[in-house]
């Protein structure tokens, strides 16, 4: 069976082959690309909140007077 696309005839094993490379383009090269730059951006922008607004914690401790009950 033979389908005619733009004056070109391809075939089930060309159609075939031509599907199988397109998901391994995207399951082993576009997609791992996309993962690491996501998980990079974000920890890129906790990194930059981190610069402005100090590590997460409490900032305000003072040590507790002698001889006191906390």
Do not use: C
Not at 19 to 36: D, M, N, Q, R, S
């Amino acid at each position: 069976m033979k389908k005619t696309i733009a004056g070109e005839q391809i075939s089930f094993r060309q159609k075939r082959r031509r599907e199988l490379l397109t998901f391994f383009v995207l399951a082993f090269g576009i997609w791992p690309i996309v993962a690491v730059g996501t998980v990079a951006s974000y920890g890129f922008m906790v990194w930059a909140y981190q610069i402005v607004y100090g590590p997460p914690g409490p900032h305000d401790i003072t040590p507790a007077r002698p001889n006191s009950a906390e």
